[in-house]
């Protein structure tokens, strides 16, 4: 195990077994240079970098030795949190993310949040481990990271399990559910209170139909059941404007996004609908 280049006392980039690492060990980067010996007996952890995405190792002499501190400290935790292993590319990733961050917000900008509801509910625990870093951050560093950072740090995560194979298409999740909340918003003529529970069950719903449907394992389910059918037709007589919502909305999926469904899944997602409705005060009088 060979130094390519001293990240700081504490983290160095190696070559390992073939491959670029990051390591990770009290004092195993104090006074090493290019070319030294690794004592490996100081290793604690070991982040490969993924082949592919080596031009980030261009990033090393801009990033300080603090920042990439914080992003390891911030990586451990995420990985026994998500159960997942991180590569070293997404440490310099995240390093470089946080020096940005120092000098962005020393003057207090105020930034928007990205799919702030939507990525709080596609990806839960992601956005958990996002909150604990960026609290954490904040009070061991001293940093003043805004609220709106937490989804800049989920899409951290979810973009490195993207890069893993382990998810896919959280852009174009997100923006189908922001289409559908948007949708429903318009037939309401007031904004969705989108940190209520009846919201949160309606966008999980969602998600995982919307996921299926990405990954071509949804079916359209239709049930052909005499006492569902009777309960169904009855449903959709008795809340007529939540069926004309859910109406636009099958309308939106099939013309723009290819996704059917069947009965079943208008049953629930209308009983969906009655809640948002009831809880929203149904549609703004004009």
Known sequence: MKVLQSLNQ?????????????????????????GDPVNEAL????????????????????IDEESIQMAEEVTEHAQMELGK???????????????????????????????HYELKYLYPKEHQVAEWSVNYLNKSYQLNLPEAEVSFFTLHFVNALIDQGEMSNVVELSDILNEIAELVEQE????????????????????????????????????????FQQLYTLA???????????????????????????????????????????????????
């Open 85 to 115: 292993a991180f590569t070293g590319n997404f440490i310099l990733s995240l390093a470089s993310h946080i020096q940005f961050l120092e000098e962005k917000y020393a003057g207090q900008i105020e930034i928007f949040q990205p799919f």
């Open 43 to 62: 290793v604690s952890k070991v982040y490969q970098m993924a082949p592919e995405r080596t031009d980030l190792l261009n990033l090393l002499g801009d």
């Open 236 to 286: 959709l007589s008795l809340y007529p404007f939540e069926n004309q919502i859910l109406y636009k909305i099958k309308t939106m999926l099939q013309e723009d996004h290819q996704m059917n469904f069947g009965n079943s899944e208008d049953f629930y997602l209308l009983l969906h609908l009655v809640r948002i409705v009831s809880e929203e005060g149904g549609k703004e009088k004009i």
């Open 10 to 34: 504490n983290a160095l980039l190696v070559r390992y077994e073939g491959s670029e690492c990051i390591v990770v060990g009290k004092g195993i980067g104090f006074g090493k240079k290019k």
């Open 188 to 227: 309401l003529g007031h904004p969705l209170k989108r940190e209520s529970i009846d919201f949160s069950r309606f966008i999980i719903h969602l998600r995982y139909f919307v996921i299926r449907n990405l990954n071509s394992s949804q079916r359209k389910n239709e049930i052909n059941d005499k006492e």
